[in-house]
């Protein structure tokens, strides 16, 4: 190849990334999804906007962007367990605001809660699945577990709980899900029923996603 047949592909080269730049500095918004700039939502009591955030040059929370922690989990945490993504996390959100067979759960411990957390979950420590009592008391307040008087559990009713914990390192919501001495699959609930946000707080921060807390 000659050495100006070589200057003219390196300018074509430079101006394709020029113009998919500028094609890019021109979006008005950055979206959560095509077209999407943000959601209004009313989840669990609480009303929030849901949107990335607008700010040029916005920085992760100081809260993850520490890398040496935790320990990588698996894709797929269990058989039968659906791991799925912000925008599938976000319908979950979405059809929880008037179906209430859906339970946005945070599954870390409360002080990670209070500190950042998606908007609209509650609280369910993976903590209370390490003792049978509240494990039962949690699945009968949130999950839609009924203990009958044999003391058997009826899962008839279930809820379809999206869980998610501080993201791919984290193994607070693995620990509720099947780890604890009485976690949801050794208690018999439905697989299917169980949908894993693996990439929690560390991925919705990184998209610059709507949070509540003290950041700190």
Request: aromatic fraction near 8%.
């Amino acid at each position: 190849m000659t050495m100006l047949k070589k200057i003219a592909i390196a300018a074509l080269i430079s101006g394709i990334c020029a113009s998919s730049s500028l094609a890019e500095g021109t979006t008005k918004f950055v979206p959560i999804s095509k077209g999407v700039k943000s959601i209004e939502m009313n989840l669990n009591g609480e009303k929030f906007t849901l949107m990335r955030n607008q700010t040029a040059g916005n920085k992760i929370s100081p809260l993850y962007e520490t890398t040496n922690r935790g320990v990588s989990q698996p894709m797929i945490i269990a058989e039968g367990v659906e791991t799925v993504g912000e925008l599938e996390f976000i319908e979950l959100m979405k059809k929880a605001q008037t179906d209430d067979t859906i339970a946005v759960i945070d599954s870390r411990k409360p002080g990670w809660y209070a500190k950042l957390r998606i908007p609209g979950a509650i609280n369910v420590p993976f903590t209370n699945f390490n003792e049978k009592a509240t494990a039962i008391e949690m699945m009968e307040d949130e999950m839609g577990v009924v203990q009958k008087e044999d003391g058997t559990l009826d899962f008839s009713e279930a809820k379809t709980l999206a869980l998610y914990c501080n993201g791919y390192w984290c193994g607070q919501t693995p620990g509720m899900v099947k780890n604890a001495k009485f976690a949801l699959l050794k208690m018999g609930y439905p697989t299917e029923k169980i949908k894993y946000y693996r990439g929690g707080m560390q991925a919705w921060t990184s998209l610059g996603f709507t949070v509540v807390g003290s950041g700190k």
